[in-house]
T-cell receptor, first 123, second 111 residues
Framework: GAVVSQHPSWVICKSGTSVKIECRSLDFQATTMFWYRQFPKQSLMLMATSNEGSKATYEQGVEKDKFLINHASLTLSTLTVTSAHPEDSSFYIC???????????????????FGDGTRLSIL | SQQGEEDPQALSIQEGENATMNCSYKTSINNLQWYRQNSGRGLVHLILIRSNEREKHSGRLRVTLDTSKKSSSLLITASRAADTASYFCATDAGQGTALIFGKGTTLSVSS
């Protein structure tokens, strides 16, 4: 089945450093990937939509200069948390749609494929 | 952004009992999905129900969808301790858009 690999799964770093998280679709092509953030005991909040070959679309309230998204290929999207601070500590999860499934009503009735998440702790 | 509420926020039951969780949403959807998340882990896809379906079964899971009320329910029958997790509904508006998650229900099943 379709697999999305997210790396790293866990990272601890000092305040002020930048952290890059990778999201790869292993056996399918993904023109669109999504990045979510989840704080403890809360739900997943959509941060941005990552489009291959174009700029990401950010949700309201998400700083695009803080959370840099690059989707340079059909199988890889990266999220870089720049100058991370303790309040950026969270669980980050990516998901991807299989481009071969199509975007119309019938084709989109497929579950998205989620990575296992990255737990980011900023000291 | 989030679609809406799930209730209850927390549910504690004994093994063997049934657990029912409800989800409400606000916008038109193409399908609605339910996911499970164990503490500190990623998401596990449970079931997808299309907007033209009213009920769907998968093993011990039963999902209903009422598009007129913009609500869905997830029933887990004969619950087990291993069912202890957080459960989220997520709506898919289609056309390549992101899933939008509900706030979730935390289920605790004691043996």
């Amino acid at each position: 089945g379709a697999v999305v690999s997210q790396h790293p799964s866990w990272v601890i770093c000092k305040s002020g450093t930048s952290v890059k998280i990778e999201c790869r679709s292993l056996d399918f092509q993904a023109t669109t990937m999504f990045w979510y953030r989840q704080f403890p005991k809360q739900s997943l909040m959509l941060m941005a939509t990552s489009n291959e070959g174009s700029k990401a679309t950010y949700e309201q309230g998400v700083e695009k200069d803080k959370f840099l998204i690059n989707h340079a290929s059909l199988t890889l999207s990266t999220l870089t948390v720049t100058s991370a601070h303790p309040e950026d500590s969270s669980f980050y999860i990516c998901s991807a749609r299989d481009a071969s499934r199509g975007q119309n009503i019938g084709g989109s009735n497929q579950p998205q494929h989620f990575g296992d998440g990255t737990r980011l702790s900023i000291l | 952004s989030q679609q809406g509420e799930e209730d209850p926020q927390a549910l504690s039951i004994q093994e063997g009992e049934n657990a029912t969780m409800n989800c409400s949403y606000k916008t038109s959807i193409n399908n609605l999905q339910w996911y499970r998340q164990n503490s500190g882990r990623g998401l596990v896809h449970l079931i997808l129900i299309r907007s033209n379906e009213r009920e769907k079964h998968s093993g011990r899971l039963r999902v209903t969808l009422d598009t007129s009320k913009k609500s869905s329910s997830l029933l887990i029958t004969a619950s087990r301790a291993a069912d202890t997790a957080s459960y989220f509904c997520a709506t898919d508006a289609g056309q390549g858009t992101a899933l939008i998650f509900g706030k979730g229900t935390t289920l605790s099943v004691s043996s």
